[in-house]
């Protein structure tokens, strides 16, 4: 994280400590924060005191700890309305829920990595590491494999690269090359599955979102575990997956993302 602001000076060293901070999950205390930062104690504080004072971060005076900001909650929802597929998606997921009794995942790509940006429990509710904000691996999980099937070479090449392959379970995937024969499988199919790759007992069946141009917008994923179904039983619901995944690309349609706005 620190490495990658290097380059970016100052602004890139405060949202490095942002970061670090929002990656806690909880209020953290400046002491915890000295402990894994690259930054001198006197840099730090400075660091956190504007962020405090700007609103990105606040602060505890009773506890003496750190946490996201009011200011950082609303620039969170404001790229969430304009970037996420998640307002658009909203009632498909819904629809798709209750059809299917299933956990319901919306993601999108974020530098390589998935951004799950929207969930919805199963009816009876499973405890996975999946939350809505939470940023997971795109090579073991059913929505990340259902959008790197679907990149260009070159993109794909390079998102490949930044992949930890870590060995989550005994199924997980760990090198580029049998990935890339995973993803000729997937894009032969036209869906993606998590067999138990990520988390053991944990299985998903994937499809991509995708434009008219073929490029990847995002990936809708139906979640459930080995003790209550089997890829077979998740595939019996592609037909209602398929609905969702091509309503919310048709709705996209014209809707510009950032970069397009851009171009």
Same mark, same amino acid.
């Given at each position: 994280?620190?490495?990658e602001?290097?380059g970016?000076?100052?602004v890139?060293?405060?949202l490095a400590?942002l970061?670090?901070?929002a990656?806690?999950?909880r209020?953290?205390?400046?002491s915890e924060l000295?402990?894994?930062s690259? #930054?001198p104690?006197?840099?730090l504080?400075? #660091?956190?005191q504007?962020?405090t004072?700007?609103g990105m971060l606040?602060y505890? &005076?009773e506890?003496?700890?750190?946490?996201?900001g009011?200011?950082?909650v609303r620039?969170?929802h404001?790229?969430?309305?304009a970037s996420?597929l998640?307002?658009?998606?909203r009632?498909?997921l819904?629809?798709?829920s209750?059809a299917?009794?299933?956990t319901?995942?919306?993601?999108q790509?974020?530098?390589?990595?998935?951004l799950y940006?929207d969930k919805?429990?199963?009816a009876e509710?499973?405890e996975?590491?999946s939350?809505?904000?939470k940023?997971? &691996?795109?090579?073991c999980?059913g929505?990340g494999?259902?959008?790197?099937?679907y990149?260009p070479e070159?993109?794909?090449?390079?998102?490949?690269q930044?992949?930890?392959?870590?060995? #989550?379970?005994p199924?997980?995937i760990t090198d580029?090359?049998?990935?890339r024969?995973?993803?000729?499988?997937?894009r032969?199919?036209?869906?993606?599955?998590?067999d138990?790759e990520?988390?053991?007992?944990?299985i998903?069946?994937?499809l &991509?979102?995708?434009?008219?141009?073929?490029?990847?917008? !995002?990936?809708?994923?139906?979640?459930?575990?080995?003790?209550?179904t089997?890829l077979?039983?998740?595939?019996a619901?592609?037909?209602?997956?398929r609905?969702?995944a091509d309503a919310i690309? !048709?709705e996209?349609?014209?809707?510009? #993302? &950032?970069?397009e706005?851009?171009e």
């Open positions: 994280m620190a490495s602001a290097k970016d000076g100052t890139g060293k405060a400590v970061d670090d901070v990656a806690r999950g209020p953290v205390r400046f000295m402990e894994t690259p #930054f104690k006197a840099t504080y400075r #660091f956190v504007v962020l004072k700007q606040s505890d &005076p506890r003496q700890t750190y946490a996201p009011l200011r950082l620039l969170a404001a790229a969430w309305q996420s998640a307002p658009i998606a009632p498909h819904d629809r798709l209750r299917t009794g299933e319901v995942h919306l993601a790509l974020d530098a390589g990595q998935v940006v919805r429990n199963a509710p499973v996975m590491y939350q809505a904000g940023v997971g &691996p795109a090579y999980t929505v494999k259902a959008m790197l099937a990149l070159a993109e794909l090449g390079r998102v490949l930044r992949q930890s392959w870590h060995r #989550f379970t199924k997980t580029a090359a049998r990935m024969e995973e993803l000729a499988a997937i032969a199919r036209g869906h993606a599955f998590d138990e990520h988390e053991p007992g944990i998903c069946i994937a &991509p979102i995708l434009a008219r141009s073929g490029r990847v917008l !995002g990936a809708l994923s139906v979640t459930s575990t080995t003790a209550r089997d077979a039983g998740l595939t619901l592609l037909p209602e997956i609905r969702a690309a !048709g996209a349609q014209d809707w510009r #993302f &950032p970069d706005a851009a």
